[in-house]
C-alpha cells in the first residue's frame, strides 16, 4: 500500500504546478548562490596573488631604488624610507603578508572571510591588529549578508520545505480526500510517511544538485571539509522535515499549519538570533575603542617624556650598541626603544578588549543553541573554514611570524648596518588546522540537529496515531 | 589605528541587531498578511461573501471598509509603539527629531498599506484562502530576506569596488611621488618672493618649513580626495542599485529611507567625515601659517601659544538638512509611492471584479 501511495504522491507532485514553481525557485536560488561563491572565491584569489606580486615588486623597486642612491642617481631619503636601511625597509617599503589560504569551500559559505581579512600586512613597528588588512566594503552590504550556498541552505530550504509540507494531511482532508483514502487498507502513518517521502527526496535531489555544482566548478575540493558541510546542511533540513512534520501531523487547517510554520521560521531564523546577538552584547558589551586610541595617545606622550630615561636604560642592557649610535640616542633607537614602551603600557588594554570578546563568545556558544539557525551558520562556517576559530589561529600564527620579523629586523636595524638582506625576509606560511578539530567542533551542532530532528519526529509519529475524528 | 566594529563582535553580529526597523519592516508585514489574506477568500469560502453582495454593496465600499477595518485593528496593535517612540523622542531627541520622526512614520504607514493592499488584492482573487496565504508568504520571504542579498550582490557585481592591494600600492606611490610637491613648492616660494619683493628664497622674512609642511599637506589632500573618491563612487552606485531595487521589492525602499531619515546611512556618514577632514584641513591650515611667520635660527623650535589655539574654530557640525535627505533618497520614495497606488489599483480592481463563488 506504502508503494502505491507514494507512487500516486509522485504523480500527483508532478501535476503540481506550485511544486514546480517552488523547485524552480530553489534551483535559481541556488545556481545564483553558487555563481556568487565561485566570484566571492575568485576575488580572494585575486587579493592574495596580487599580495605576492606586490611583495615581489616592493622588493625589486627598493633594490633598485638602493642602487640609485649608491651611485647618486637619487638623494637618500629619510631613514623611515631609505631602502638601505633595515628600518627604513621594513616599515616603509616592504610589502610583506600574512595570506590565509582560502579553502574551495569558501565558495559556498562566505562566512566572516567578507569582514576578517585573509591578507594581514606585516611591519616590524606596528603590532598587527585582527582587522588590519581588511578591505574596503561598503558598509551597508556587509549588514545586508552575502546570497551564498549557506544562505540558500539556512534560509531557503525550510522555506521550500514549508510550502512542500504545511497541507500534507490538511489538504487531503480539506478537499475531502482523506476520508476516503483511510477507507482503504492504509493506516494515517503509512498514508503520512508515503507522502513525506517524495518531498524528501526533493529536497535531497536540490542538495545533491548544489553538491554537484559545487563539485564541477570547483575540482580540487576539499573532501573531508565538503562531507563535514554537507552533513550539517543535512542534518539542519532533516530538523526542518522534523518541525514541519510535527506541526502538520496536528489538528488545524492548512492556513494554520502554513502561519505557524511561517512564524516559527521567522523567529527561529531572524528574531531569535537578533535577540542573541543583543544579550550576548548587553551581558558583557564591548568598551570603546576610543578609549583605547586615548590611552594611546596618553602612552605615546608619557613614552616621549621619558625618552632619554628609557634611552638610557635601553643603552645600559646593550653596551655594544651605545658606540654605534650618537650618546644620546638616534632616530632608529629611540623609535624601537619608545614603541616598545607603548606596547608595554597598552598591553593590559588590548587584554581587555580579548577578554570581553571571549566572554561573549562564550555566552553565545550556550545561548546559540537557542536558534537552529545561528547553529548552522556557525557550522556551515566552521566546516567551510571561513568562521571565526581558522580565523583566529591564522591571526596567532601571523602574530608568531610578525615576532620573528623582529627578530630578523630590530637587531639589523639598532646595528645601523646597511641592509641588503631583502630576500632573507622569513616567509609565512600558514599551517592548516587538523581536520579533527574541525570535526570535533562541527559535532556537537551536527548532534543536536539529529537529536532533535529524531524527537521532534516521534513526537510527530506518536500524534499520528489513527484516530476516529482524523477523517 | 583603525578599527572595525566587527573586530569586537561575534559570529550572531551577522544576524543584525534587533531593532524597531527589523520589526517594522519585517515582523509588521507578516502579521497584516496574517490579518488580511483571508478577507475576501475567506468570505467567499465560507458563503458570507454572496450574502454581502447580494445586499446591493457596491464592493469598493466593501473594498474601503475591509481596509478601514484592517488599519483599524493595525493601530490598537501600534499605538503603545507610536507611543513609546514619540516619548523616547520628545524625551531624548535631538531639535531636528520631530519632522524626521513624522516622515518616518509616513513612510512606515506606506509600506505597511503596501503589504495591507496587496493582502486584499490577492485576496480578492485568490481561488482559496489557503492559496492566498501561500502566494502572500512566499512575496514576504522574497521581499524581506532574498531580495536584499540578491541585489545586494548584483549590485557589487556591476559595480565592482578596487582590488585592495594594488588600489593601496597605486595610492602610497601617489603619495610619495616627489614631482607634485617640489612642482607646488616652487610654484609657492615664486608667489613668496614676489610678495615680500626679495631678491632671492633666502632673503625671505619667513620659516620656508612651514610652506613645505602646508605643500606635503594639500598634496595629500589632492591624492586621499581622488582615490576616496574612486572607493566611495562605486559604494554610492551600490546603494543606488539598492533603492532602485525598490521597483520590484519594496523592502529594499523603506531600508535606505529608513535609515537616511535616522541619518544612519553611508551618505550621511560621508557628510559628517568630510566635515571633519575640512576641520582639520583648517586646523593645519593654521599651525602652518603660524610656522611661516615665524622664522627660527637654526637649532630652534617655534612652539604654538594659547592664542594660536584659540584660532583654531569649534568644530559644529551641521547635519545635512531633511531636504538633502529627501533629495538623496528620492528615487526610493517615489518608488515606495508609485507601490502604494499600484497595489491600491490592484486591490479596487479585484473588489470591482469580486466573484462571490
Known amino acids: 500500500m506504502f508503494g502505491t501511495i507514494f507512487r500516486w504522491e509522485i504523480r500527483a507532485l508532478r501535476r503540481d504546478p506550485a511544486c514546480w514553481a517552488v523547485m524552480a525557485f530553489a534551483v535559481v536560488a541556488m545556481v545564483f548562490a553558487m555563481f556568487n561563491g565561485a566570484r566571492w572565491l575568485a576575488h580572494i584569489d585575486a587579493v592574495a596573488a596580487a599580495a605576492g606580486a606586490r611583495d615581489v615588486s616592493a622588493r625589486v623597486e627598493a633594490r633598485e631604488q638602493a642602487a640609485r642612491i649608491d651611485t647618486k642617481a637619487e638623494p637618500a631619503p629619510f631613514i623611515t624610507r631609505d631602502p638601505r636601511s633595515a628600518f627604513g625597509y621594513a616599515n616603509g617599503l616592504m610589502a610583506h603578508y600574512a595570506v590565509l589560504p582560502p579553502t574551495p569551500l569558501a565558495a559556498l559559505t562566505a562566512g566572516q572571510s567578507d569582514l576578517l581579512p585573509s591578507i594581514l600586512p606585516l611591519a616590524p613597528a606596528n603590532l598587527p591588529s585582527l582587522t588590519g588588512g581588511s578591505e574596503p566594503e561598503n558598509p551597508h552590504r556587509l549588514l545586508i549578508g552575502r546570497f551564498d550556498a549557506a544562505f540558500a541552505v539556512i534560509f531557503l530550504l525550510p522555506l521550500v520545505i514549508i510550502a512542500l509540507m504545511y497541507a500534507l494531511l490538511t489538504g487531503e482532508r480539506e478537499r475531502g480526500t482523506l476520508a476516503l483514502l483511510l477507507a482503504q487498507p492504509v493506516t494515517l502513518r503509512s498514508l503520512f510517511a508515503a507522502k513525506l517521502v517524495p518531498r524528501v527526496l526533493i529536497i535531497l535531489g536540490l542538495l545533491g544538485l548544489l553538491a554537484a555544482l559545487f563539485i564541477l566548478t570547483m575540482p580540487d575540493g576539499a573532501g573531508m571539509r565538503l562531507a563535514l558541510w554537507l552533513a550539517v546542511a543535512l542534518s539542519y533540513t532533516a530538523l526542518w522535515f522534523a518541525l514541519a512534520a510535527a506541526v502538520v501531523s496536528r489538528r488545524g487547517s492548512s492556513a494554520t499549519h502554513a502561519v505557524t510554520l511561517a512564524a516559527l521560521w521567522l523567529v527561529l531564523g531572524m528574531l531569535l538570533p537578533a535577540g542573541i546577538n543583543l544579550a550576548v552584547k548587553t551581558l558583557a558589551p564591548m568598551p570603546s575603542r576610543i578609549e583605547l586610541i586615548l590611552a594611546l595617545r596618553a602612552a605615546t606622550d608619557a613614552a616621549a617624556a621619558e625618552r632619554s630615561k628609557l634611552m638610557g636604560a635601553f643603552y645600559e642592557d646593550h653596551p655594544e650598541l651605545a658606540s654605534a649610535g650618537s650618546p644620546t640616542g638616534d632616530f632608529v633607537t629611540l623609535q624601537l626603544v619608545t614603541s616598545q614602551r607603548v606596547e608595554h603600557d597598552l598591553a593590559p588594554i588590548l587584554t581587555r578588549y580579548q577578554n570581553q570578546l571571549a566572554h561573549q563568545q562564550s555566552l553565545l556558544d550556550k545561548l546559540q543553541f537557542l536558534s537552529p539557525a545561528l547553529v548552522a551558520e556557525t557550522a556551515l562556517a566552521d566546516s567551510a573554514g571561513t568562521g571565526l576559530p581558522r580565523q583566529h589561529l591564522f591571526f596567532a600564527q601571523a602574530l608568531a611570524h610578525h615576532a620573528e620579523l623582529r627578530a630578523f629586523f630590530d637587531p639589523r636595524a639598532l646595528r645601523k648596518e646597511k641592509f641588503t638582506a631583502r630576500d632573507e625576509v622569513p616567509p609565512f606560511r600558514y599551517v592548516e588546522e587538523p581536520m579533527s578539530d574541525v570535526a570535533a567542533r562541527v559535532a556537537p551542532a551536527l548532534a543536536v540537529f539529529v537529536s532533535i530532528a529524531l524527537a521532534l519526529g516521534l513526537w510527530a509519529w506518536r500524534t499520528l496515531r489513527r484516530r476516529p475524528s482524523d477523517a | ?357
Open chain 2, 1 to 357: 589605528m583603525l578599527y572595525r566594529p566587527g573586530e569586537d563582535a561575534t559570529l550572531a553580529q551577522r544576524f543584525g541587531e534587533l531593532t524597531v526597523a527589523l520589526i517594522l519592516q519585517v515582523v509588521l508585514p507578516l502579521v497584516v498578511i496574517l490579518l488580511a489574506f483571508d478577507a475576501f477568500a475567506g468570505e467567499r469560502e465560507r458563503g458570507t461573501l454572496r450574502q454581502l453582495l447580494s445586499l446591493g454593496l457596491r464592493p469598493r465600499d466593501l473594498i474601503l471598509g475591509k481596509t478601514l477595518g484592517l488599519g483599524g485593528a493595525l493601530s490598537l496593535m501600534a499605538a503603545p509603539a507610536v507611543v513609546v517612540g514619540v516619548a523616547t523622542l520628545l524625551l531624548t531627541g535631538p531639535a531636528e527629531g520631530a519632522p524626521r520622526f513624522a516622515l518616518l512614520t509616513l513612510v512606515y504607514l506606506l509600506y505597511i498599506g503596501i503589504f495591507a493592499l496587496l493582502a486584499l488584492a490577492v485576496s480578492a482573487r485568490a481561488p482559496s484562502a489557503r492559496f492566498a496565504l501561500v502566494v502572500l508568504i512566499g512575496f514576504w520571504g522574497l521581499n524581506c530576506l532574498l531580495a536584499p542579498r540578491a541585489v545586494s550582490d548584483l549590485a557589487a557585481a556591476l559595480h565592482p569596488l578596487p582590488e585592495p592591494i594594488s588600489f593601496k600600492t597605486r595610492m602610497q606611490q601617489a603619495l610619495t611621488d616627489p614631482a607634485p610637491t617640489s612642482a607646488m613648492l616652487k610654484e609657492r616660494m615664486a608667489a613668496l618672493v614676489k610678495e615680500y619683493a626679495a631678491a632671492g628664497t633666502e632673503e625671505l622674512p619667513v620659516n620656508l618649513a612651514g610652506l613645505s609642511l602646508q605643500v606635503g599637506e594639500e598634496h595629500g589632500y589632492e591624492v586621499f580626495d581622488r582615490f576616496y573618491g574612486e572607493l566611495f563612487a562605486p559604494m554610492e552606485a551600490q546603494n543606488r542599485v539598492l533603492q532602485r531595487g525598490a521597483a520590484l521589492f519594496p523592502m529594499l525602499g523603506v531600508q535606505a529611507i529608513s535609515m537616511g531619515l535616522a541619518g544612519t546611512d553611508l551618505a550621511q556618514h560621508r557628510d559628517f567625515i568630510r566635515a571633519a577632514e575640512a576641520h582639520r584641513r583648517a586646523e593645519i591650515k593654521i599651525i602652518n601659517d603660524d610656522i611661516l611667520a615665524h622664522p627660527v635660527k637654526a637649532g630652534e623650535v617655534h612652539d604654538g601659544d594659547p592664542e594660536l589655539w584659540a584660532k583654531v574654530p569649534r568644530f559644529d557640525y551641521e547635519p545635512p538638512t531633511l531636504g538633502w535627505v529627501l533629495r538623496e533618497h528620492a528615487t526610493a520614495l517615489a518608488l515606495l509611492v508609485a507601490w502604494f497606488l499600484g497595489t491600491a489599483w490592484l486591490a479596487w480592481r479585484g473588489a470591482e471584479r469580486l466573484q462571490p463563488l
